[in-house]
């Protein structure tokens, strides 16, 4: 069964509405990731995490947040969506010591109309 | 800071064609490398890392190695087949940082 399990894995939002994506894992990683993957961008980090209750910027945090309550869960949160935050969204989860090896969810497909 | 280049978008191939995608990096510490591939509908997986003991990596019949004077890590595989479609990204560990940088991707297109 899937380690890294995300939800919804679609949604369609309204402009100025407030989006939340979840992440769970059950690999009792320490290191939690969000990613957005934009054609010609890549995989470009929005926010990570070192275990319960902190949070750090990534490369892309302006317009998001997020929340990691406990080792397993990850959640990032658009307070007011924007059409350019239009994308897909992936988890990811990482033993501390290996920092390389990421675990990654399916995917949530955004639209912000 | 830290950066990894992958400047191929998008390569098609017919089968059993020789593959050749090209990656480059900048850092200033010692590099940890390695190859992600995306499959479609999925998230990326970890491919191969490319280790210090010999400077090659290798999974799946992919090759990457490793070269510290040009400063690139190319994948290769000698006969690629309909299935290797996918989306390809080479990476590295930040130096500063618990994370990873990822290049922007290589869509690898096998015609059967």
């Known amino acids: 069964e899937a380690a890294v399990t995300q939800s919804p894995r679609n949604k369609v939002a309204v402009t100025g509405g407030k989006v939340t994506l979840s992440c769970n894992q059950t690999?009792?990683?320490?290191?939690m990731y969000w990613y957005r993957q934009d054609t010609g961008h890549g995989l470009r980090l929005i926010h990570y995490?070192?275990?319960?209750?902190?949070?750090e910027k990534g490369d892309i945090p302006d317009g998001y947040k997020a929340s990691r309550p406990s080792q397993e869960n990850f959640s990032l949160i658009l307070e007011l969506a924007t059409p350019s935050q239009t994308s897909v969204y992936f988890c990811?989860?990482?033993?501390?010591?290996?920092?390389?090896?990421?675990?990654f969810g399916p995917g949530t497909r955004l639209t912000v109309l | 800071g830290d950066s990894v280049i992958q400047m191929q978008g998008q390569v098609t191939l017919s089968e059993n064609d020789f593959l050749f995608i090209n990656c480059t990096y900048s850092?200033?510490?010692?590099?940890?490398l390695f190859w992600y591939v995306q499959y479609s509908g999925e998230g990326p997986q970890l491919l191969l890392q490319v280790t210090t003991a010999n400077n090659k990596g290798s999974s799946r019949g992919f090759e990457a190695t490793y070269d510290k004077g040009t400063t690139s890590f190319h994948l290769q595989k000698t006969s690629v087949q309909e299935i290797d479609s996918a989306v390809y990204y080479c990476a590295m560990r930040d130096t500063n940082a618990y994370k990873v940088i990822f290049g922007k991707g290589t869509h690898l297109h096998v015609l059967p």
């Open positions: 990811a989860s990482g033993d501390a010591n290996w920092v390389y090896e990421q675990y």
């Open positions: 690999n009792n990683h320490n290191n």
């Open positions: 850092t200033t510490g010692y590099p940890t």
């Open positions: 995490s070192y275990g319960a209750g902190s949070t």
